[in-house]
């Protein structure tokens, strides 16, 4: 069976429009995917210097002399040049920011209603009847709840590219994303993404599809950091309390003093506790309760 696959002209026609954007369209892509924290930041920050530029005062002209009227005004029209421009991008370049960071928090938002829809219903259809950008959402929602940073870089389409960038610490992981209902993800597709793993040097890969995977692909991935996850582990991800199992009665599971939510264990990574471990809440970065 033919596995489907993007054509290489495809690819150039999304280069060729990305290519195309304005400037407000590249600050919104900017302001949605950094976290909403730094956006803001940025863009309270580039306000403040485009203002401050904006505010400068004009250089008059000197008329002593041919040298140095020649001069001055060389120097005057520059001034008045940065003035104009920062006077306009004092207001668009935080406004394409500040859009792209309303836009990211609405569909985190989103994304997090649609994995606890499915958390609730944790069956194969849940997630065959969304969209393939919903499913990326879910997906990404699901790893952001087991405590990866997550950054949407889409595929632009079904079928390509890497959808996912993950980061642990200064690890990277990239993840791509299959919603395919009739056929299996095949090796091509694993190998792709191995690719780009070793080409960004990424630590790590994962492709979830809500189906399942061909032996060749299943075999590919032996002695390489890819990780395949078909439709049962990934609802094994988003709805973990009905399919983990359950802890001796020694080291019950307890509660988020935060959101109630179940907590997990987790070993801090730096500061003066290094190496001892803790109770986090598995909500996490969303919630950040934690317990001894």
């Known amino acids: 069976m033919l596995e489907p696959f993007q054509s290489e002209i495809d690819r150039k026609r999304k280069m060729a429009r990305r290519k195309k954007?304005?400037?407000?369209?590249d600050l919104f892509e900017i302001g949605a995917k950094l976290p909403w924290q730094?956006?803001?930041?940025?863009?309270?920050?580039?306000?403040?210097?485009?203002?401050?530029?904006?505010?400068?005062?004009?250089i008059?002209?000197?008329t002593s002399n041919l040298q140095g009227f020649s001069q001055s005004i060389g120097t005057s029209v520059g001034r008045q040049l940065l003035v104009t421009i920062s006077s306009f991008l004092q207001y668009i370049v935080p406004f394409g920011l500040l859009l792209g960071v309303g836009v990211s928090l609405l569909r985190r938002r989103r994304h997090q209603q649609l994995h606890d829809e499915v958390s609730q219903n944790p069956t194969r259809?849940?997630?065959?009847?969304?969209?393939?950008?919903?499913?990326?959402?879910?997906?990404?929602e699901s790893?952001?709840?087991?405590?990866?940073?997550?950054?949407?870089?889409?595929?632009?389409?079904?079928?390509?590219?890497?959808d996912v960038e993950l980061h642990m610490?200064?690890?990277?992981?990239?993840?791509?994303?299959?919603?395919?209902?009739?056929?299996?993800?095949g090796v091509a597709t694993v190998r792709e993404l191995y690719g780009v793993m070793v080409a960004e040097r990424a630590v790590g890969g994962f492709v979830v599809t809500s189906g399942t995977f061909t032996d060749e692909a299943l075999a590919f991935t032996m002695g390489r950091e890819i990780h395949l996850v078909d439709a049962t582990a990934l609802l094994k991800m988003i709805a973990p309390t009905r399919t983990a199992p359950v802890e001796s009665p020694e080291t019950p599971i307890p509660a988020c003093p935060k959101c109630g939510s179940p907590m997990v264990r987790r070993?801090?990574?730096?500061?003066?506790?290094?190496?001892?471990?803790?109770?986090?809440?598995?909500r996490?970065?969303?919630c950040r309760g934690i317990r001894n």
């Open 284 to 286: 996490f970065p969303a």
């Open 125 to 140: 259809s849940a997630l065959e009847n969304v969209t393939w950008q919903e499913f990326e959402g879910i997906v990404a």
């Open 38 to 58: 730094v956006g803001v930041a940025l863009a309270i920050g580039t306000f403040v210097l485009f203002h401050l530029l904006a505010s400068l005062p004009l």
């Open 60 to 62: 008059p002209v000197a």
């Open 169 to 185: 610490g200064h690890d990277k992981y990239l993840v791509q994303c299959k919603q395919w209902k009739v056929f299996r993800v």
């Open 143 to 162: 790893f952001r709840q087991k405590g990866y940073r997550v950054t949407l870089r889409g595929g632009n389409g079904p079928d390509g590219g890497v």
């Open 267 to 282: 070993e801090a990574k730096k500061g003066s506790n290094t190496g001892g471990v803790f109770w986090g809440c598995s």
């Open 21 to 25: 954007q304005g400037l407000v369209e």
